[in-house]
């Protein structure tokens, strides 16, 4: 496997992970006085107008670029922070409410674009290791930014943090300016126009935007309810903050895997097997995390998760852009991969406007359902990899 360099994409994904109030995102609105009940509401706005704003800025970004869309995207992310420490300074709700909508378009016009913005620039063979490899450094600024926030918050309280995020994403927005430029081979001249939706006539789309939101739920399990977890085991709550640095460091071996995966010594036929393979192992732990209570393999399975899920997720991207490919739809990449990201935000909207439901049901078994699911999809990927 060739070592990849660092470049321009690496920096920004690096930057944006630099997220210091990550760790206490709730407070930064509960101390601004906007209630619980409102902060799920504001999580729901942003996901609705991600939702609303998948195709019209899709098709904007296969008519400006991919590049130019990223530092778009940049830009607005930019603004939106700024708002967001506007809104605690003030304590204004409006201004949260406005925050809500400008992150939520910076997402619109990332959802999509950074996946199509690779596999053009690395094609179907380079295209897993990188966005591994990228994710890595968002994953190394998390890191960095979750030890740090401790420190931060202590010297300069939630102003602090606020802050020195927004200087982190002002660096960020420099750095997009040293993108690389797509190839043009993504410009057809003679190209007919594509009815987007028409693709929905192959299964296969289904199957991608179902799968896109078993993924979507997958990470909303672990990212809200592993604390959950521990309290029902009788784990003290204060080792989320090692168990979360703790899988995210794990969650760096995705690059090394996949890239020893996909190496061309397995065959065709054993890669094409990979994507139904590593579904299947995450659907088995799921499930086992669901049912389990014994506090070590509580703890094992907790280190794992967001790694299994990574890799058949960053397998299923890959599998989005050749059906793309198959599709003919290369020179409206963008808008496609949005339409197919539709089902994770509705899917959020509905999960975050029914989390006391999921909370009734037990949030174990939330994970075996999901387990269940995963599984089912494996089966559905080896069906038509055949």
């Not at 968002?138 to 401790?150: N, Q």
């Not at 509705?346 to 359902?369: D, M, N, P, R, Y």
Request: net charge positive.
């Amino acid at each position: 496997m060739k070592k990849l360099k660092f470049d321009s994409y690496d920096g920004v994904c690096f930057l944006n992970g630099l997220v210091f109030f990550a760790p206490v995102a709730l407070l930064v609105r509960t101390q601004a006085g906007v209630s619980e009940h409102v902060f799920f509401l504001l999580q729901a706005l942003l996901s609705g107008v991600i939702f609303l704003g998948e195709i019209p800025t899709g098709f904007i970004t296969d008519k400006i670029g991919y590049r130019k869309s990223l530092i778009l995207a940049q830009v607005l992310l930019l603004g939106a922070r700024s708002l967001l420490l506007a809104a605690f300074v003030s304590r204004s709700l409006a201004l949260f409410v406005v925050e809500a909508v400008v992150e939520g378009t910076a997402a619109c016009f990332t959802s999509g674009t950074g996946s199509a913005y690779l596999y053009d620039l690395y094609g179907e063979n380079g295209y897993l290791v990188k966005t591994a490899h990228a994710e890595n450094f968002g994953t190394a600024g998390f890191i960095i930014s979750t030890v740090a926030y401790a420190g931060i918050y202590k010297i300069s309280g939630m102003e602090g943090l606020l802050i020195t995020t927004v200087v982190m994403n002002i660096i960020a927005v420099v750095c997009s300016f040293f993108l690389r430029s797509e190839s043009s081979k993504t410009v057809i001249a003679d190209r007919k126009e594509v009815q987007i939706l028409a693709v929905f006539k192959n299964k296969k789309a289904f199957l991608f935007v179902i799968s896109l939101a078993i993924f979507s739920i997958a990470w909303l399990l672990i990212n809200f309810f592993y604390v959950e977890k521990l309290e029902n085991c009788g784990l003290p709550v204060e080792w989320m903050s090692l168990i979360i640095l703790s899988y995210s460091a794990v969650q760096m071996l995705a690059e090394p895997i996949l890239g020893k995966l996909s190496d061309g010594k397995n065959g065709k036929s054993g890669r094409k097997k990979l994507p139904a393979v590593t579904a299947a192992t995450a659907g088995v732990a799921f499930l086992l995390f669901g049912v389990v209570k014994f506090r070590a393999a509580v703890l094992l399975l907790m280190l794992i998760l967001p790694l299994l899920l990574n890799l058949p997720e960053y397998l299923l991207m890959n599998l989005e852009n050749q059906f793309v490919d198959e599709a003919e739809c290369g020179s409206q990449r963008a808008a496609m991969l949005s339409v197919l990201n539709m089902g994770v935000n509705l899917v959020e909207i509905l999960t975050l406007s029914a989390s006391a439901f999921l909370t009734k049901i037990g949030i174990q078994w939330c994970f075996v359902f999901v387990g269940c699911f995963l599984m089912a999809i494996a089966l559905l990927f080896a069906r038509i990899q055949k």
